[in-house]
């Protein structure tokens, strides 16, 4: 295949042509599929080729969706097929989600607490930028930079122990800070 429209046989597939509700609806709800997804399969590092063919799906399936039903739940219920599909196809289903069951709850515990309208990562954004700037600085080079803890330490010239702590902290605080800034906004 040479383009993303191709299909097996090598000619090109029209392009879907989505409403723009519709469209807004698949965008604003990729930071809940994506940790939806990931919830499902911790570690795995198919999750974006999951979300991907969940998105394909909710493309190609627009006029299943009835309007005036809660889309998250509609996108939820791709993603899961798309997981335990995704599970089969690696054998690995034995000792990931092999109950249905759990996945269900998984589903219905994720639509129930969703929060589509602010993805946690514009929470996390808002609470980042909430940290002294040096601390902020050591979450750049850790997370986004990809710095391990052994670097960092001779990097500002600390321990790895001190430096751990920091992180153990920092991540607690951000976590707080989200989930407040989550129930405030949903107040």
């Given at each position: 295949?040479?383009?993303?429209?191709?299909?097996?046989?090598?000619?090109e597939?029209?392009?879907?042509?989505?409403?723009?509700?519709?469209?807004?609806?698949?965008?604003?709800?990729?930071?809940s599929?994506y940790?939806?997804?990931?919830?499902?399969?911790?570690?795995?590092?198919?999750?974006?080729?999951?979300?991907?063919?969940?998105?394909?799906?909710?493309?190609r399936?627009?006029?299943?969706?009835?309007?005036?039903?809660?889309?998250?739940?509609y996108?939820?219920?791709?993603?899961?097929?798309?997981?335990?599909?995704?599970l089969?196809?690696?054998?690995?289903?034995q000792?990931?989600?092999?109950?249905?069951?759990?996945?269900?709850?998984?589903?219905?515990?994720m639509?129930?607490?969703?929060?589509?309208?602010a993805?946690?990562?514009?929470?996390?954004?808002?609470?980042?930028?909430?940290?002294?700037?040096?601390?902020?600085q050591?979450?750049?080079?850790?997370?986004?930079?990809?710095?391990n803890?052994?670097?960092?330490s001779?990097?500002?010239?600390?321990?790895?122990g001190?430096?751990?702590?920091?992180?153990?902290?920092?991540?607690?605080?951000?976590?707080?800070?989200?989930?407040?800034?989550?129930?405030?906004?949903?107040?």
């Open positions: 295949m040479t383009e993303a429209n191709d299909n097996e046989s090598g000619e597939l029209p392009a879907p042509s989505l409403s723009p509700e519709y469209t807004q609806l698949v965008i604003s709800n990729q930071s599929l940790a939806f997804i990931q919830s499902l399969v911790p570690g795995d590092s198919s999750v974006d080729d999951i979300l991907q063919e969940t998105n394909i799906t909710l493309c399936k627009e006029a299943n969706f009835v309007k005036g039903t809660t889309f998250h739940a996108a939820f219920s791709i993603a899961r097929f798309k997981v335990l599909s995704h089969r196809d690696k054998k690995r289903h000792w990931l989600l092999a109950d249905t069951e759990l996945c269900d709850k998984l589903m219905e515990s639509v129930e607490h969703s929060v589509s309208q993805p946690v990562q514009d929470h996390l954004r808002g609470c980042l930028n909430k940290l002294p700037e040096p601390q902020l050591l979450i750049q080079k850790r997370y986004r930079e990809g710095y803890v052994r670097e960092l001779r990097l500002f010239n600390r321990t790895e001190s430096l751990e702590q920091l992180f153990h902290r920092l991540r607690k605080l951000l976590k707080d800070c989200i989930e407040k800034s989550i129930i405030e906004k949903s107040s």
